[in-house]
């Protein structure tokens, strides 16, 4: 058997729903670090390539990822099975191999990183305990973009930390001095209902890829044009866990030539050859492939919803 390999990239879909129980406790990150009202760094580590922050949510303390595929805040059932009477079932959650039947999903009153507080925030309730298994990590759930859309958020590879600073509406910074680093270029996207997609170009091929921070690899689409596939590179097949616990067979290898303009390159980039149809066709989107940690490794990236902007920063030049 190939390498276990796990891409998290959850499409969920959120209901409006009341919490008929008792208020919520805080969502606390107990290793944030406040900047001010407005602007919070927090730590992650990397468990394989997920991005895993340290949260504290109804008394319990765990990993959250950091899943900006995620359009809600999962909440992993296993570890909240008390709250089972308040939950109400939405709509069926997408993943890239299969769809995850009866999600449950929950109203949070409030939601707090900090001193920054969100409230009337929704949750999803699923069964993620073959993700603990696999990863060998305690799990609490999932932070995706109805929690990170109100911030501009720097996901920084070079320091291991994300920092969250708070927008307007129109996307504009309340902290305006937020970063020490120099922004030194830019790159709008579309955004597809909660997925950030971008205009790729694979060599001189135009191509739509989405960014998910929690995608262990690289996707591309393998009824792509043979134009594009024949820059994919193969080298082995993996084995690939989808958001239900499924598996299925893929080839794994390097895509190279992937550029997002003339001064935006990437080196070649680990890669897995699978069929997105599924995702395309539950989430409404068309897309060729998706972008994750091989692309947030090379590029240290900050992402503005609302202007529907990246930005990007320099790594440290290496003193020889």
């Not at 796990?6 to 969920?12: D, H, I, K, T, V």
């Not at 969502?27 to 992650?44: G, H, Q, S, W």
Request: positive net charge; glycine residues 4%.
């Amino acid at each position: 058997m190939g390498k276990r390999l796990l891409l998290m990239l959850f499409y969920a879909v959120a209901t409006n729903c009341l919490f008929a129980g008792n208020p919520l406790d805080p969502f606390i990150f107990p290793k944030a670090e406040v900047l001010n009202d407005y602007t919070t760094r927090i730590p992650f580590k990397l468990i394989d390539h997920l991005i895993v922050v340290e949260a504290e949510l109804l008394g319990k303390k765990g990993n959250f990822i950091i899943d900006t595929g995620s359009e809600t805040l999962i909440l992993n059932k296993v570890h909240f099975k008390a709250f089972d009477p308040y939950y109400k079932k939405s709509k069926e959650t997408s993943g890239v191999i299969d769809l995850v039947d009866n999600p449950l999903e929950k109203q949070l009153k409030e939601f707090v990183i900090q001193n920054l507080t969100l409230t009337n925030k929704t949750s999803d309730v699923i069964d993620l305990s073959h993700i603990e298994i696999s990863k060998k990590m305690n799990l609490l759930g999932i932070i995706g973009y109805n929690i990170l859309k109100d911030y501009e958020v720097f996901i920084d590879m070079y320091l291991n930390q994300i920092t969250l600073s708070k927008v307007d509406t129109k996307g504009n910074k309340l902290d305006t001095k937020v970063y020490l680093e120099k922004i030194v270029d830019s790159i709008d996207f579309k955004l597809n209902k909660h997925t950030i997609v971008l205009e790729t170009f694979v060599d001189q091929y135009k191509v739509n890829f989405g960014l998910d921070t929690a995608a262990e690899y690289n996707q591309l689409n393998k009824s792509s044009n043979r134009k594009i596939l024949k820059f994919f590179h193969p080298t082995r097949r993996l084995k690939l866990t989808g958001a239900s616990g499924k598996e299925i067979e893929v080839l794994a290898g390097k895509l190279q030539r992937v550029k997002l303009s003339e001064t935006i390159m990437f080196a070649p980039m680990a890669t897995v050859l699978t069929n997105l149809n599924k995702m395309n066709e539950a989430f409404g989107t068309s897309l060729d492939g998706i972008l994750g940690y091989e692309f947030f490794k090379q590029k240290r990236t900050i992402i503005n919803y609302q202007k529907e902007k990246l930005y990007f920063v320099n790594y440290p030049l290496i003193q020889q």
